[in-house]
Nanobody, 124 residues
Framework: QVQLVESGGGLVQTGGSLRLSCAASGRTFSSYAAGWFRQAPGKEREFVAAVNWSGSRTYYADSVKGRFTISRDNAKNTVYLQMNSLKPEETAVYYC?????????????????WGQGTQVTVSS
């Protein structure tokens, strides 16, 4: 069993930056792929970024490429999402997820464990 706890959300102005963290419990997390998703008010949850078990391969939604960076530190059982040049439309609850497969997916259904989410608000 893996438990995920996100942190680092908050209020930021347009163009600002935030770094989200996802701390995982369980020794097996280092062998799992991980991803970040977000859900804006009134919208469906969408894929943001994902990373394989080792951190050597990353995947991004087109909307965040070049601005967001996903990374992980397996020694700390933590996954990060560095978000730069934030836009108001990226206001959402951001969720961390873990996939027992070593290769990440952009599909929500592939993920086995989810955190409770952290709110990110980008003011205009």
């Amino acid at each position: 069993q893996v438990q995920l706890v996100e942190s680092g959300g908050g209020l930021v102005q347009t163009g600002g930056s935030l770094r989200l963290s996802c701390a995982a419990s369980g020794r097996t997390f280092s062998s799992y792929a991980a991803g970040w998703f977000r859900q804006a008010p009134g919208k469906e949850r969408e894929f943001v970024a994902a990373v394989n078990w080792s951190g050597s391969r990353t995947y991004y939604a087109d909307s965040v490429k070049g601005r967001f960076t996903i990374s992980r530190d397996n020694a700390k059982n933590t996954v990060y999402l560095q978000m730069n040049s934030l836009k108001p439309e990226e206001t959402a609850v951001y969720y961390c997820a873990a996939d027992r497969n070593y290769k990440p997916s952009v599909l929500q259904g592939a993920y086995d464990y989810w955190g409770q989410g952290t709110q990110v608000t980008v003011s205009s």
